[in-house]
């Protein structure tokens, strides 16, 4: 299978190809990514490629340079098979090339890999991935020349995402509603935020998400269970404090609103601890069953991501359904693949559960207290 993709760069040619050369690529995201290039030691002729998201490593190939030319603007490789490879080459034979040409226009990219493939997911991972490099290398190249086009910029822009979520929930519930489930949402994500920043793997934005809710995006890698754990948990966590209040106060006036504000509050964070890859609540059951048995987690992530297609058909909802065969695209695509953390001791695992369990069942508490109330006019 060949797959090839071009790209025009608004950068000089110079530019673009030493940073294809250079043995630190770094794309700022986000997610920021970094790609560096090392030789593997004992060997001479062999350079270790490795993959960075946010500070973790996500996968690194072995290969052999077959060409470099700069006046031609041609630089190709052989990924070979060698125990340092994650994911494993398992018989591909992939040939990468790179070529830059000078044009009129600006500098044209062209990437290419031709490869056996392994399995049918190769023939969409290589293509898209292709797509995905290429055009990353086109953004870092114009923002790093600045020469970057302003429409791009924007459309990257996670506050435009959520402009578009926020009229996502209009069209769903009203306006006013969609600014009460707004901050809901951004209440939770919050939670995740604060955690982030306790747990030292910094934030880089809260955003909200089309139909779907809203998500907490970390600077770094979790690089542990016990920190992912903490910050799943920490969303629903953070917003015990607004849904008891209001509790509270409904329990003391008797006014119907707060009754609904908490109802509302407690839904939302209860719904989000089902144990359901990839909600708040199957973050933290793959935390626990991952410290356990790595293989045993994938499996238990399967049957939330089909618990929640069904929910889907059973209910009738494209909007459930969709973002878990979204999930489940990705889980099939990734091979199954996770980011090694480290494991949560015996300890840090049962206080986890602990808090988890008892975080849901403060939820039901207010929920079978207000559940159902009469309807408020907003």
């Known amino acids: 299978m060949r797959c090839e993709f071009t790209v025009l760069i608004n950068a000089p040619r110079e530019a673009v190809w030493r940073f294809n050369i250079a043995d630190r690529m770094v794309f700022d995201g986000p997610p920021i990514m970094e790609i560096s290039r090392e030789p593997v030691p004992d060997s001479a002729d062999l350079w ?28 190709r490789g052989r990924i070979v098979a060698h125990p340092l490879s994650i994911p494993p080459e398992g018989g591909r034979d992939t040939v990468a090339e790179l070529t830059i040409e000078a044009t009129s226009a600006g500098t044209k990219l062209i990437v290419s890999n031709e490869l056996t493939p392994h399995v049918f997911r190769d023939r969409i991972n290589y293509p898209i991935g292709l797509r995905r490099m290429a055009n990353l290398i086109k953004q870092q190249c114009e923002k790093e020349a600045g020469t970057s086009n302003r429409l791009s910029t924007v459309g990257n822009n996670g506050w435009l995402l959520s402009i578009v979520a926020l009229l996502s929930f209009w069209y769903l519930v009203g306006w006013k509603a969609a600014l009460l489930l707004t901050v809901v949402v951004v209440l939770h994500e919050a939670g995740h935020a ?3 920043l306790m747990a030292g793997v910094g934030v880089r934005g809260i955003y909200l998400v089309p139909f779907f809710g809203g998500m907490a995006v970390p600077k770094t890698g979790y690089r542990t269970e016990g920190r992912l754990g903490f910050i799943a948990l920490m969303g629903p966590g953070l917003s015990l404090v607004p849904t008891l209040g209001l509790f509270a106060a409904y329990q003391a006036t008797g006014q119907l609103y707060l009754g609904k504000l908490a109802e509302l509050f407690a839904f939302v964070n209860a719904s989000n601890l089902l144990p359901i890859y990839s909600l708040d609540g199957g973050l933290i059951l793959n935390a626990l ?5 790595r293989r045993s987690a994938l ?10 297609i069904a929910l889907a058909v059973y209910l009738q909802s494209l909007l459930i359904g969709i973002p878990f065969m979204l999930f489940a ?27 988890s369990t008892a975080t849901f069942a403060l939820y039901m508490l207010v929920l079978k207290a207000t559940w159902p109330l009469p309807a408020v006019r907003l």
């Open 289 to 293: 069953v991952g410290s356990v048995n």
């Open 329 to 355: 695209l990705q889980r099939y695509l990734s091979g199954g693949r996770t980011m090694e953390l480290e494991r949560l001791t015996l300890h840090d695992g049962v206080m986890l559960a602990i808090a």
């Open 48 to 75: 270790l490629t490795s993959a960075t998201v946010n500070g973790q490593v996500r996968a690194q190939n072995v290969s052999r340079e077959l060409e470099r030319d700069e006046e031609k603007g041609i630089i």
């Open 299 to 308: 499996i238990v992530g399967w049957i939330g991501i089909l618990i929640g």
């Open 194 to 196: 604060a955690a982030m």
